[in-house]
């Protein structure tokens, strides 16, 4: 079955660089987009950003535009967040998707476990 399963979250202080990662199993990893998506306890799952399953199209959240970086390896079927400047409002349960190239939450048919990233003011 598909599993994607994230890592490299943490605590770190404000203005701080993380990057998360999140590796897929399952189907064919080249085939599908993927996405990067956060919600915070009370609040609904919120587009972060994608990238096509080529890796020739991205997007972003205006909140995060020029500060996060969406990539992709499909030799080694992992797509990556690189996240920089971060922000304590930025704290979150970070989880990566994977299905078609969209902003929304039903674009995507599998789910990672997802992992806390948590920034201190």
């Known amino acids: 079955q598909v599993q994607l399963v994230e890592s490299g979250g943490g605590l770190v202080q404000a203005g701080d660089s993380l990057r998360l990662s999140c590796t897929a199993s399952?189907?064919?990893?080249?085939?599908?987009?993927m996405g990067w998506f956060r919600q915070t306890p009370g609040k609904e799952r919120e587009f972060v950003a994608a990238?096509?399953?080529?890796?020739?199209?991205?997007a972003y959240a205006d909140s995060v535009r020029e500060r996060f970086t969406i990539s992709r390896d499909d030799a080694t079927n992992t797509v990556y967040l690189q996240m920089n400047s971060l922000k304590p409002e930025e704290t979150a349960v970070y989880y990566c998707?994977?299905?078609?190239?969209?902003?929304?939450?039903?674009?995507?048919?599998?789910w990672g476990q997802g992992t806390q990233v948590t920034v201190s003011s």
């Open positions: 399952g189907r064919t990893f080249s085939s599908y987009a």
């Open positions: 990238i096509n399953r080529n890796g020739t199209s991205t």
């Open positions: 998707a994977q299905g078609s190239y969209g902003f929304t939450f039903s674009a995507y048919d599998y």
